[in-house]
Protein backbone atom coordinates (compact mmCIF):
# COMPACT_ATOMS: atom_id res chain seq x y z
CA UNK A 1 0.00 0.00 0.00
CA UNK A 2 1.21 3.60 -1.17
CA UNK A 3 0.87 6.19 1.66
CA UNK A 4 2.07 9.51 0.86
CA UNK A 5 3.25 11.24 4.03
CA UNK A 6 3.30 14.98 4.51
CA UNK A 7 5.36 17.15 6.95
CA UNK A 8 4.99 20.77 7.57
CA UNK A 9 2.43 23.35 7.50
CA UNK A 10 1.49 25.47 10.35
CA UNK A 11 0.06 29.83 11.31
CA UNK A 12 2.26 31.63 9.57
CA UNK A 13 1.32 35.43 8.25
CA UNK A 14 0.35 37.29 5.13
CA UNK A 15 3.83 38.08 3.51
CA UNK A 16 5.74 34.73 4.91
CA UNK A 17 6.92 31.68 3.39
CA UNK A 18 6.12 27.90 4.47
CA UNK A 19 7.24 24.99 2.84
CA UNK A 20 5.24 21.32 2.69
CA UNK A 21 7.47 17.88 2.69
CA UNK A 22 5.75 14.94 1.16
CA UNK A 23 7.48 11.22 0.61
CA UNK A 24 6.02 8.16 -0.12
CA UNK A 25 5.37 5.04 1.95
CA UNK A 26 5.40 1.59 0.50
CA UNK A 27 6.34 2.40 -3.22
CA UNK A 28 8.60 3.62 -5.58
CA UNK A 29 9.49 7.34 -4.90
CA UNK A 30 10.60 7.96 -8.78
CA UNK A 31 7.78 6.25 -10.37
CA UNK A 32 5.21 8.28 -9.18
CA UNK A 33 3.45 11.67 -10.18
CA UNK A 34 3.31 13.56 -7.29
CA UNK A 35 0.58 16.37 -6.50
CA UNK A 36 -0.46 18.98 -4.05
CA UNK A 37 -4.18 19.77 -3.68
CA UNK A 38 -6.18 22.06 -1.05
CA UNK A 39 -9.58 22.45 0.38
CA UNK A 40 -10.52 25.86 2.54
CA UNK A 41 -13.35 25.62 4.83
CA UNK A 42 -16.66 25.07 3.08
CA UNK A 43 -15.07 24.97 -0.47
CA UNK A 44 -14.44 22.22 -2.88
CA UNK A 45 -10.58 20.53 -2.97
CA UNK A 46 -8.49 22.43 -5.66
CA UNK A 47 -5.45 21.53 -7.67
CA UNK A 48 -2.58 23.48 -6.38
CA UNK A 49 0.80 21.75 -7.85
CA UNK A 50 2.51 18.86 -9.63
CA UNK A 51 5.82 17.24 -10.67
CA UNK A 52 6.28 14.50 -13.06
CA UNK A 53 8.16 11.79 -11.58
CA UNK A 54 11.78 13.04 -13.35
CA UNK A 55 10.62 16.28 -12.23
CA UNK A 56 11.07 17.59 -15.70
CA UNK A 57 7.04 18.77 -15.90
CA UNK A 58 5.42 20.67 -13.59
CA UNK A 59 2.14 22.43 -13.12
CA UNK A 60 0.86 24.96 -11.18
CA UNK A 61 -2.22 26.43 -10.45
CA UNK A 62 -3.34 30.46 -11.54
CA UNK A 63 -3.49 31.02 -7.93
CA UNK A 64 -0.35 30.23 -6.91
CA UNK A 65 1.98 31.09 -9.91
CA UNK A 66 4.89 33.42 -9.21
CA UNK A 67 4.51 32.53 -5.30
CA UNK A 68 4.81 28.80 -5.08
CA UNK A 69 7.22 26.30 -6.59
CA UNK A 70 7.00 22.46 -6.19
CA UNK A 71 10.24 20.43 -6.84
CA UNK A 72 11.44 17.27 -5.81
CA UNK A 73 14.38 15.05 -4.74
CA UNK A 74 14.29 11.36 -5.89
CA UNK A 75 17.75 10.15 -4.00
CA UNK A 76 16.13 11.51 -1.33
CA UNK A 77 12.64 10.62 -2.04
CA UNK A 78 10.94 13.68 -1.44
CA UNK A 79 8.79 16.49 -2.85
CA UNK A 80 8.59 19.89 -1.65
CA UNK A 81 5.76 22.74 -1.95
CA UNK A 82 7.65 25.98 -1.37
CA UNK A 83 5.20 28.75 -0.49
CA UNK A 84 6.19 32.41 -0.74
CA UNK A 85 4.32 35.69 -0.29
CA UNK A 86 1.63 33.93 1.16
CA UNK A 87 -1.96 35.08 1.36
CA UNK A 88 -5.01 34.60 3.60
CA UNK A 89 -6.67 33.05 0.75
CA UNK A 90 -4.30 30.50 0.98
CA UNK A 91 -5.71 29.09 4.21
CA UNK A 92 -6.44 25.56 3.75
CA UNK A 93 -5.94 22.03 4.06
CA UNK A 94 -3.13 20.85 2.14
CA UNK A 95 -3.04 17.11 0.64
CA UNK A 96 0.12 15.57 -0.99
CA UNK A 97 -1.35 12.81 -3.55
CA UNK A 98 0.45 10.24 -5.90
CA UNK A 99 -0.16 8.66 -8.86
CA UNK A 100 1.45 6.43 -11.97
CA UNK A 101 0.36 6.80 -15.74
CA UNK A 102 -0.70 9.66 -16.90
CA UNK A 103 -0.28 13.02 -16.71
CA UNK A 104 -3.00 14.72 -15.03
CA UNK A 105 -3.55 17.57 -12.42
CA UNK A 106 -7.47 16.30 -11.60
CA UNK A 107 -7.76 15.17 -8.27
CA UNK A 108 -9.93 12.15 -8.82
CA UNK A 109 -7.14 10.46 -10.56
CA UNK A 110 -4.54 10.56 -7.85
CA UNK A 111 -5.46 7.36 -5.80
CA UNK A 112 -2.76 7.85 -2.93
CA UNK A 113 -3.78 10.87 -0.28
CA UNK A 114 -1.37 12.29 2.72
CA UNK A 115 -3.09 12.98 5.69
CA UNK A 116 -3.51 16.61 4.98
CA UNK A 117 -1.62 19.67 6.90
CA UNK A 118 -3.79 22.36 7.94
CA UNK A 119 -2.25 25.69 6.54
CA UNK A 120 -3.29 29.31 7.98
CA UNK A 121 -2.12 32.54 7.09
CA UNK A 122 -3.26 35.24 9.33
CA UNK A 123 -3.86 38.33 8.05
Known amino acids: QVWPVQSGGGLVQAGASLRLSCTLS????????LGWFRQASGKEREFVAA????????SLADSVKGRFTISRDNRMNVVDLDMNNMKPEDTAVYYC????????????????WGQGTQVTVSS
Open 26 to 33: GGAFSSYT
Open 97 to 112: AAKTGVWTTVGEFYPY
Open 51 to 58: IRENGEIT
